[in-house]
């Protein structure tokens, strides 16, 4: 590589390429550029705010020795470091702020072990190949994002938070669900560190500001043959109760529950035969053993299935998964770029009363899209309704009448921890452990805002 494609006037970039060896780099700046980038665009603020982000060299470890490599050399170069999965989030979170390095994890693929109700993994491992691997034995993963098709575990764990599985486990915070995380430091001299149980919290949703993780622990949970199933209601009020009822069923055995109401099944393209004009939906993915009992619950609150299929994951397929969660804003863009989302979590206590007084309350400012979910030990329900952006005022607006009504925003329109949610500072243990693990403040800057170096 030349001197010239190492240039820059931010960082050394020059010092830090020599100092990393042969680890292997990318520096056309197409590509690098390519690698700065993840799903921000699903919101127009952050669109305009991050799309000519770039970093300044992409890095490509191939195991942890040369992450430590790399680790070092940020550190004594004053080197940002933006460690990146396969960049499906959706907040930026793998978007470099301040330039520097883009770590991409996706060599580090490796099963280290599986055991009964738990696997170590290295983060770049696709989730799909994870569960590909696991099942033979009877094992699959507990929950995993609508992009599980492409997204790693590393960066589920990093930037996500829940998705399918949810229903039955909560989010990745919900204790049990992650078991340990190794990291590596970036300091002058980086060290190792293993995390367990509720140590690994450190590092889940942080968006790699504390640390590089190098292997997870997860919980996994008995494998299934699992159905997909689309039911039709009358209105989005029929749809909610049944799912409801399905999800606090529990001998009932479910991994995705997602009411949603018309016209957001207009932008399912393909499943047109299967989303009747004017009906609200229950998209859902039962276990085979549970069909029976499941469809007399959807009978008997009005639903008729209008398809029911075995779950395909495989080349060309399309599992009803892929209508859900943040990919039902992503069906929506395709068709129209001024739609964007929300994102809220509702009263346990009150559930269906809060969400038919929110629906109520928008009227036609908002297309409904709710999952069903536990937190915190109980059912309820988070909200990724689709409205047409106008202004950021407009949006603000919206969000601020969710709070007014006691529904908790997680704002997908910032890019900071603390911003999106709604508190003011860091959780106290990820805030604390950056400090451990990266002193120099050289991770993911200007995503943990109330982050400050001690020098």
């Not at 933006?82 to 996706?106: K, S």
């Not at 993963?141 to 589920?156: D, E, L, N, V, Y």
């Not at 969710?402 to 243990?429: F, K, N, Q, Y």
Request: charged share 20%; proline share 6%.
């Amino acid at each position: 590589m030349s001197a010239a494609t190492l240039a820059s006037d931010r960082h050394d970039i020059k010092g830090f390429a020599a100092a990393i060896g042969d680890v292997p780099v990318i520096d056309d700046p197409a590509l690098v550029r390519l690698r700065s980038r993840d799903f921000f665009w699903f919101s127009p603020i952050l669109k305009a705010e991050l799309q000519r982000k770039s970093a300044d060299l992409v890095v490509c470890p191939r195991d942890e020795a040369d992450i430590v490599r790399v680790a070092r050399a940020a550190a004594r170069h004053r080197v940002p470091v933006t460690v990146r999965g396969a960049g499906t989030g959706n907040y930026g979170q793998a978007v470099p702020l301040a330039g520097g390095i883009v770590l991409d994890m996706t060599g580090l693929t490796a099963i280290e072990w599986q055991r009964p109700g738990m696997v170590r993994i290295q983060p770049g491992k696709k989730l799909i190949e994870l569960d590909q691997e696991t099942r033979p034995a009877g094992w699959e993963q507990r929950m995993h994002p609508s992009t599980k098709r492409t997204a790693t575990i590393g960066g589920f764990v990093a930037g996500g938070s829940g998705g399918v599985g949810s229903v039955t486990y909560g989010g990745l915070r919900e204790p049990g669900n992650i078991l340990g995380a190794r990291i590596v430091t970036v300091e002058p001299e980086p060290r190792i560190i293993e995390l367990r149980d509720d140590a690994a919290q450190k590092v889940c949703h942080a968006y790699g500001t504390n640390g590089i993780i190098t292997a997870v622990e997860m919980a996994t949970a008995p494998s299934y043959g699992w159905i997909d199933l689309i039911v039709a209601f009358d209105d989005l009020a029929s749809a909610l109760r049944a799912g409801y009822a399905a999800a606090l069923a529990d001998g009932v055995v479910k991994k995705l529950l997602t009411p949603i109401g018309w016209p957001v099944p207009t932008y399912f393209k393909g499943f047109e035969e299967f989303c009747p004009n004017g009906r609200s939906l229950l998209v859902a993915m039962v276990a085979e053993p549970s069909l029976a009992p499941f469809e007399a619950m959807m009978k008997a609150h009005g639903g008729i299935v209008t398809y029911c299929a075995p779950t395909e994951e495989g080349p060309g397929a399309r599992p009803l998964y892929e209508l859900t969660w943040n990919h039902t804003t992503l069906h929506a863009l395709k068709v129209d770029k001024d739609v964007t989302y929300l994102q809220s979590l509702f009263p346990a206590d009150r559930l269906l009363a809060a969400i038919a007084e929110i629906e109520a309350l928008l009227g036609d400012q908002a297309m409904a899209h709710y999952e069903f979910l536990r937190y915190n030990g109980t059912v309820t329900a988070i909200g990724l309704p689709l409205v047409r952006f106008t202004d950021e005022a407009r949006l603000r607006e919206l969000i601020a009448l969710h709070v007014r009504h006691g529904v908790l925003i997680a704002d997908p329109h910032v890019t900071s921890l603390e911003a999106g949610s709604g508190h003011m500072r860091a959780d106290i243990d990820q805030l604390g452990f950056k400090h451990e693990a990266d002193p120099l403040g050289l991770m993911n800057p200007g995503k943990m805002t109330s982050f400050v170096t001690r020098e």
